[in-house]
């Protein structure tokens, strides 16, 4: 009787296409990242008519006291010592896991879209009607990074808690400011494109550090969706809560509209890191 070795594929070379694919759906996010913030630029900052639809989407949303200030508790608890905890968390799971690319894009990605949304906030940008800037939102680019970073870090088998609850987290802050009337629509999807264009920067780097890879189980494609159920159930809350179109400015296909475009860019931008990670990283 012959006895034949098994060997377990616990490394694996990336094959030629797939490190192409690794490659061009990065810069694909780096392009739609860009092209996003610019369009939100043009819309809720250089164009008279987008700024006046911009604040009325923002003024659509109105809340209860009770809401309010389950907003504010939720929203102040963003700090720069959050944001750090969060960054410590991240980079320590990817190292724990011997991830040491993925450590490194973890930093790149959360620094950099917040340095960047802080210097295009204050710095660049600028509104024609001589009110003070607030694009990008600082807020949801900093929840948006560290669900990105989570869910990019995580082991595959975690995504699946993972990726519904960034999507969620990240969807309701971005919500927050708009409700709280913080922040415009426009401002919020403007810093998701910040956000989706340093994803696109930090994968290439790990795509670059990552010569080899160890296999990863076949998950169903839909798991990466998740986000978006993530962000459903926001909106289901917020109802719940008491959101509603404001007595000012009852206009419930306006307030829809706000919602469902935060929710698509916010969710939207997990959904895709996430589907990247399921196919490249482990």
């Known amino acids: ?27 694909l996010m780096i392009v739609f990242g860009v092209g996003l913030v610019a369009a939100c630029v043009t819309f809720g900052l250089r164009s008279g ?11 659509s949303l109105g809340d209860s006291a009770v809401a309010w200030m389950k907003m504010v508790d939720v929203l102040t608890s963003v700090t720069m010592l959050s944001v750090g905890l969060c960054l410590v968390g991240c980079t320590t799971v990817a190292l724990l896991r011997g991830r040491f690319a993925l450590a490194a894009g973890a930093v790149v990605l959360i620094v ?7 210097v295009l906030k204050y710095k660049v940008f600028e ?10 939102s600082g807020h949801t680019t900093v929840s948006l990074s560290v669900a990105v970073a989570a869910v990019l870090v995580a082991p595959a088998v975690w995504r699946w808690v993972i990726i519904p609850a960034a999507g969620f987290v990240a969807t309701f802050v971005a919500a927050g400011t708009i409700v709280g009337h913080w922040h415009r629509p426009s401002d919020v999807v403007a810093a998701a494109g910040v956000v989706l264009a340093w994803t696109g920067l930090a994968l290439l ?12 189980p076949e998950v169903p494609t839909a798991r990466s969706w998740l986000a978006l159920v993530g962000g459903a159930f926001v909106g289901m809350l917020l109802v719940s809560w008491g959101i509603r179109p404001a007595d000012g ?13 935060i929710g698509l860019a916010v ?5 895709w890191a996430a589907s990247y990670a399921d196919r490249h990283l482990t």
């Open 49 to 59: 008519r987008g700024i006046t639809l911009d604040d009325r989407m923002m003024r």
């Open 127 to 136: 509104r024609i009607d001589d009110v003070s800037n607030s694009s990008p």
């Open 112 to 118: 950099g879209a917040n340095v960047t949304t802080q």
């Open 249 to 261: 400015d009852v206009n419930l296909g306006l307030a829809v509209v706000a919602l469902g475009a």
């Open 205 to 216: 780097l790990v795509s670059a550090a990552q010569r080899r890879r160890t296999v990863a």
């Open 1 to 27: 009787m012959t006895i034949r070795a098994v060997r377990r594929p616990t490394q694996a070379a990336v094959p030629d296409a797939s490190r192409r694919v690794a490659v061009t759906t990065p810069l």
């Open 267 to 271: 969710s939207g931008t997990i959904v």
